[in-house]
């Protein structure tokens, strides 16, 4: 940030966004958040987000941006973005980097304020939270009895996440 010369104009907080978030509207103030980057664990987005609205730290026209969307996987924030009022989504496919074969999906969500509540996600997109968590340990090689994950699996199981994405009517 200095290197660019924004050090005055931007501030960055590392931590978790549980921990950090209140740290940060405590200095900042309500309605002070102009763009979230969601790039860690996408099973809990939409918790992250929730926190967010919760707190009252986005301004209206605020950006969220996430990726891994659809590999290996963040179904409740789609789900959140794609059906609450309070948010107009635009979802981007791209090819995963170096994977050509592999694609993925970024999250653009537009904050139009706090105009209501999502309705609840289906048991079978909760599920498929969960089944991406199991995938995102997998790849990590934290389930090692269920063998490597090579890229035709990770196109397989991005398949599979978009269909679901497309039968709610999200392409």
Do not use: C
Request: glycine residues 8%; negative net charge; proline residues 6%.
């Amino acid at each position: 940030l200095d290197l660019a010369l924004l050090s005055i104009a931007v501030e960055v907080y590392v931590g978790q966004v549980r921990d950090v978030v209140p740290v940060l509207l405590d200095s900042l103030g309500a309605r002070s958040l102009g763009l979230i980057f969601m790039d860690y664990k996408g099973t809990i987005f939409h918790s992250d987000l929730e926190l967010l609205e919760r707190l009252e730290g986005l301004a209206p026209n605020s950006i969220e941006l996430a990726d891994n969307v659809a590999l290996p996987g963040a179904p409740l924030l789609l789900w959140h973005l794609a059906f609450s009022p309070a948010w107009d989504l635009t979802a981007y496919a791209m090819m995963e980097f170096f994977e050509p074969n592999t694609e993925d999906w970024m999250a653009l969500g537009v904050y139009l304020g706090p105009v209501g509540d999502p309705p609840a996600a289906p048991v079978s997109w909760k599920r498929l939270s969960w089944h991406t968590d199991h995938m995102r340990r997998r790849a990590g090689g934290l389930r090692p009895t269920e063998g490597d994950m090579f890229e035709a699996d990770r196109v397989a199981y991005s398949r599979h996440v978009r269909r679901h994405f497309a039968a709610a009517g999200i392409e």
